[in-house]
């Protein structure tokens, strides 16, 4: 029988799978996975980045644009725990990539080998990712791969996708097993995550939807992963519900439908938030109803459950009833429910009937918060000040734009004008490190974004702090001549945190968050446009509101990675139409609407 080392089995069953690219950073821990994928690389390609994380981010960015895997590879020790911020980032938004990790040998456990993590429990790296991921596998023989393999695939997929790590020791990369043995263990298992609803409980649903006055439908990031952004426009046409989104799930609706809200929660749309606190019946799909989309579950300012009536339908049983009490929990696939909701309906043309008539005076209140906070947001969009306004940057952005390219954001105030500004028209063009909101997936992602869409402009906004984080992505672009337009938010610092230091404390009292030189207190920033000349990019500094749309479509049409440094005003803050508590602080009250949309 002929023999195969355990590497040569990883990679080979990638390529079965599908997976085209590895994203990592070598290390002795790794030389064996390296050698097996130097012999297979026309079928898959290793891409190097500078920080182990970034590989994370562009696995993680990479699964949410094309719905299909990719793997990392890091060594031992430091390299492998850099992974964390970035793999924490795609657990917490259910998106999936196998993370190839290596350790030291086997035969060296226990004596405190170079880079062992764990002092007092042997080759011990998989407690470090245990928080992190659906499940950490550690074969510490080459015939323990084959089912760890099998089983961390159909793992990653399943239910609700995550990231999932196979930790290898050195020694297993290179010893061999029988290839027939293996063969018996790698056949695929292909579980179905299209579960539906009860009849009674979809009876339920229907009869609540049905006899609303004043519905909502509320729809996460969840409708995205189950891809029923079309039974959910379809669910909502026929019986003429608004449809608000989660930050997470902007885009599952074109933002320009007569029906769409626009996002909740503290960055929310006027609309959503309105429509959200005084509905008598929400349906919320794919949520996890987390703080900073729900005003941190503070009654009356994004929702009022109950009395409103919520019917909560997600794939994670444990999602429901966690934060809101559910009239009607649904544990299932969303677009399978949806269907089923839909096929239940074509039997209630005369209830659909009555219920169009009575639900014009819903829609017509919507309007009316609609054009008033249509009014309150258009003037600076057309601002010529300098520095830049935040809303002309959105604007600018979204023009240049065709509706199919994807914007990778990274964690900031930059993130919340993005909530708060920017119409998503389809789904997966926003995308966003929410969650656990790490530096770094939105610098590092966008490279991961591409990749996935290449015929699709790409383009990665990103505060400076978070771009001095990750400056080395821009050589990673150069280097695989991947054409990436990054946009620097640049405000001198971390200013969503000095914001709420000055908010919450008082003003002047701002620590560490501006970028400032110690012994003059001026300003400072570094030249990002250099930065990027210097590394074989293109580079430009953007400060008048007139050149930023000439130079993102100079950039896009350039098809080289490109870095604009735009100055933007950093004393606007967006507008806050509902809250967020930081206890024991107290919560801010929303800076527009609120007391004045009570129906």
């Known amino acids: 029988m002929a023999a195969i080392k355990g590497a040569e089995l990883i990679v080979d069953f990638l390529i079965r799978r599908g997976v085209p690219y590895v994203f990592g950073l070598c290390g002795h821990g790794i030389l064996g996975f390296l050698d097996a994928v130097y012999d297979r690389r026309d079928e898959l390609q290793a891409i190097s980045v500078h920080h182990e994380a970034c590989a994370a981010f562009m696995a993680d960015a990479y699964f949410r644009v094309a719905q299909r895997p990719v793997a990392t590879f890091t060594s031992c020790g430091p390299g492998s725990t850099n992974l964390v911020p970035a793999i924490a980032s795609a657990f917490m938004d259910s998106s999936a990539f196998l993370a190839i990790t290596g350790n030291v040998p086997t035969s060296q456990w226990n004596r405190g080998p170079f880079q062992e993590s764990g002092r007092y429990f042997q080759g011990e790296f998989v407690n470090v990712l245990r928080p992190y991921v659906k499940r950490s596998f550690q074969p510490t023989r080459a015939d323990m791969l084959p089912l760890a393999l099998r089983q961390a695939y159909t793992l990653m997929l399943s239910g609700r996708p995550g990231p999932v790590h196979l930790d290898v020791p050195l020694n297993v990369f290179v010893e061999t097993v029988e290839r027939e043995e293996a063969e018996r263990e790698l056949w695929e298992c292909p579980i179905s995550s299209r579960a539906g609803a009860d009849p009674a409980d979809l009876q339920q649903a229907l009869r609540l939807l049905l006899e609303a006055q004043r519905p909502v439908i509320v729809a996460g990031h969840g409708v995205e992963l189950s891809q029923a952004e079309t039974e959910l426009l379809l669910l909502a046409e026929r019986l003429s519900i608004p449809v608000a989104t989660t930050p997470l799930g902007k885009g599952v609706i074109d933002a320009r439908h007569r029906l769409s809200l626009g996002a909740t929660g503290r960055n929310g749309s006027y609309p959503a938030n309105a429509a959200t606190r005084n509905a008598d019946v929400i349906l919320a799909l794919g949520t996890r109803f987390d703080d900073r989309s729900t005003s941190s579950w503070l009654p009356g300012f994004t929702y009022r459950i109950p009395p409103t009536r919520l019917i909560h ?69 057309r601002s010529e000040a300098v520095p830049i306004r935040p809303e002309r940057v959105i604007s600018e952005l979204r023009a240049a734009l065709p509706e199919d390219a994807i914007v990778v954001s990274d964690v900031g105030v930059h993130h919340n004008w993005l909530v708060s500004a920017f119409p998503a028209y389809r789904s997966r063009t926003l995308l966003q490190s929410f969650g656990f909101a790490s530096m770094g997936f939105g610098v590092a992602g966008a490279l991961g974004a591409k990749l996935a869409a290449p015929e699709r402009h790409v383009v990665s906004v990103c505060g400076d702090g978070g771009f001095l984080m990750w400056p080395g992505t821009v050589a990673t672009a150069v280097e695989y001549a991947i054409p990436v337009v990054w946009l620097v938010w640049n405000n001198y610092g971390y200013c969503s945190i000095r914001d709420q230091q000055l908010g919450y404390f008082g003003s002047g009292r701002e620590l560490v968050t501006s970028f400032v030189e110690a012994k003059s207190g001026r300003l400072l920033s570094a030249d990002f446009a250099a930065m990027a000349r210097a590394m074989g990019a293109e580079g430009y500094t953007v400060e008048r509101p007139g050149d930023l749309g000439d130079l993102l479509r100079q950039a896009l049409a350039s098809e080289r990675p490109t870095v604009l440094d735009v100055r933007v005003d950093r004393e606007i803050r967006p507008p806050a139409t509902a809250s967020w508590e930081l206890p024991p602080l107290p919560h801010p009250l929303p800076t527009f609407g609120w007391q004045e949309d009570q129906v």
Do not use: M, Y
């Open 313 to 381: 339908v997600d794939i994670d049983p444990s999602e429901i009833g966690r934060n809101f009490q559910p009239a009607v929990g649904i544990v299932g696939d969303v677009r399978t429910v949806l269907r089923q909701l839909l096929e239940a309906l074509s039997s209630c043309k005369t209830a659909l009937a009555a219920q169009a008539e009575a639900r014009r005076a819903w829609l017509a209140k919507i309007g009316e918060w609609q054009r008033k906070w249509e009014a309150h947001v258009n003037e600076p969009r």
